[in-house]
């Protein structure tokens, strides 16, 4: 724990297997997956205030595809709160489609009700029910239109570049979550003047977490 807290920008299975001199790869995979699902912590807040929410993209170029059509990448809500001009928490999901019904659970799951809700102008955001929902009337392709929502494509922009950094992009759709999840828990703490409060953290919420064992971490082809 204490060697995947302490470097800013976490360690890769095969990196950790190399430090602590471990004979196979298979060890260092699945702890590395156990401490990633100890990093979501069991009731924690949900955002509040002025939240932005977008969705990004995880995978390969895709031809013949339209609007938010995909048929192999990963999509991912992105939740990202306002603290002033900065960026306050975050939350990342996992999402199986773009259609109303996942965009507002995924809102309703990481958002308090009652807080105001910034959003592009896709149709299956409307008729939020129970938030201040503030759509944008420009379209995603309207030139220079990131400044409508600067956090939440902020955090995707840092997001893809440690998932290509530290992972080598070496992402299976089927575990994206969990590194989600490490990505969540470094980007809310990245404040922190002391990597040893990280390091109490993980171990405090690892306690609280049901045991997982390399079989239930479900398919993998390592």
Same mark, same amino acid.
């Given at each position: 724990?204490?060697?995947?807290? /302490?470097?800013?920008?976490?360690?890769?299975?095969?990196?950790?297997?190399?430090?602590?001199?471990?004979?196979?790869?298979?060890? %260092?995979?699945?702890?590395?997956?156990?401490?990633? =699902?100890?990093?979501?912590?069991?009731?924690?807040?949900?955002?509040?205030?002025?939240?932005?929410?977008?969705? %990004?993209?995880?995978? *390969?170029?895709?031809? &013949?595809?339209?609007?938010?059509?995909?048929?192999? +990448?990963?999509?991912?809500?992105?939740?990202?709160? %306002? &603290?002033?001009? +900065? !960026? *306050? =928490?975050?939350?990342? =999901?996992? !999402?199986?489609?773009?259609?109303?019904?996942?965009?507002?659970?995924?809102?309703?799951?990481?958002?308090?009700?009652?807080?105001?809700?910034?959003?592009?102008?896709?149709? %299956?955001?409307?008729?939020?029910? $129970?938030?201040?929902?503030?759509?944008?009337?420009?379209?995603?392709?309207?030139? $220079?239109?990131?400044?409508?929502?600067?956090?939440?494509?902020?955090? !995707? /922009?840092?997001?893809?570049?440690?998932?290509?950094?530290?992972?080598?992009?070496?992402? /299976? /759709?089927?575990?994206?979550? &969990?590194?989600?999840?490490?990505?969540?828990?470094?980007?809310?703490?990245?404040?922190?003047?002391?990597? *040893?409060?990280?390091?109490?953290?993980?171990?405090?919420?690892?306690?609280?977490?049901?045991?997982?064992?390399?079989?239930?971490?479900?398919?993998?082809?390592?």
């Amino acid at each position: 724990m204490w060697q995947i807290t /302490s470097q800013k920008n976490g360690v890769s299975a095969i990196g950790l297997q190399r430090v602590l001199g471990l004979g196979s790869y298979k060890t %260092a995979w699945t702890v590395m997956h156990k401490l990633r =699902r100890a990093m979501v912590r069991p009731g924690r807040e949900r955002l509040r205030g002025i939240v932005e929410v977008d969705e %990004a993209y995880w995978g *390969g170029e895709e031809e &013949d595809v339209r609007g938010r059509q995909t048929y192999d +990448k990963a999509l991912i809500a992105v939740a990202a709160e %306002a &603290d002033g001009t +900065k !960026i *306050g =928490r975050i939350r990342l =999901r996992h !999402i199986p489609d773009c259609t109303r019904k996942t965009l507002h659970g995924f809102i309703t799951e990481a958002i308090e009700p009652a807080s105001t809700v910034q959003t592009d102008g896709w149709q %299956a955001y409307r008729e939020l029910q $129970g938030y201040v929902h503030q759509p944008s009337i420009q379209s995603r392709s309207t030139p $220079g239109q990131s400044h409508l929502l600067p956090r939440v494509h902020r955090v !995707i /922009s840092l997001l893809k570049r440690w998932l290509m950094g530290t992972h080598q992009g070496a992402i /299976s /759709s089927a575990y994206l979550q &969990d590194y989600l999840d490490e990505f969540t828990f470094r980007f809310n703490r990245r404040t922190s003047s002391s990597r *040893g409060k990280l390091f109490y953290r993980l171990a405090q919420q690892a306690v609280q977490t049901s045991p997982t064992t390399y079989d239930n971490l479900g398919n993998h082809n390592l």
